[in-house]
């Protein structure tokens, strides 16, 4: 079993930065892959940005340029820096992680943009 615990959303105005972060404990494997989705009010869950432990990235098109993804692998932690943020941001972000073939969702952090 693996936990993830997500932290850093909040009420940010158009044009602001956030950080998030997420913690994994429990059962970690050594190669695994760490990546954020969001949900916004009415919509289906979408991908954000992905991290292997080799260092791999990738991003959604709508957030290249703006987000980044980071991971402290001594830390298990995976962040999700957000800069330059327009309100189609607001979501519910999820961390997400894979490893041995088995996937775990956190419960996601809320981050609300206004206009």
């Known amino acids: 079993q693996v936990q993830l615990v997500e932290s850093g959303g909040g009420l940010v105005q158009a044009g602001g930065s956030l950080r998030l972060s997420c913690v994994a404990s429990g059962s970690i494997s050594s190669i695994n892959t760490m990546s954020w989705y969001r949900q916004a009010p009415e919509k289906q869950r979408e991908f954000v940005a992905v991290?292997?432990?080799?260092?791999?990235?990738n991003y959604a098109d709508s957030v290249k340029g703006r987000f980044t993804i980071s991971r402290d692998n001594a830390k298990n932690t995976v962040y999700l820096q957000m800069n330059s943020l327009k309100p189609e941001d607001t979501a519910v972000y999820y961390c997400?992680?894979?490893?041995?073939?088995?996937?775990?969702w956190g419960k996601g952090t809320l981050v609300t943009v206004s206009s």
């Open positions: 991290r292997t432990s080799g260092g791999t990235t």
């Open positions: 997400h992680y894979v490893g041995r073939a088995m996937g775990y």
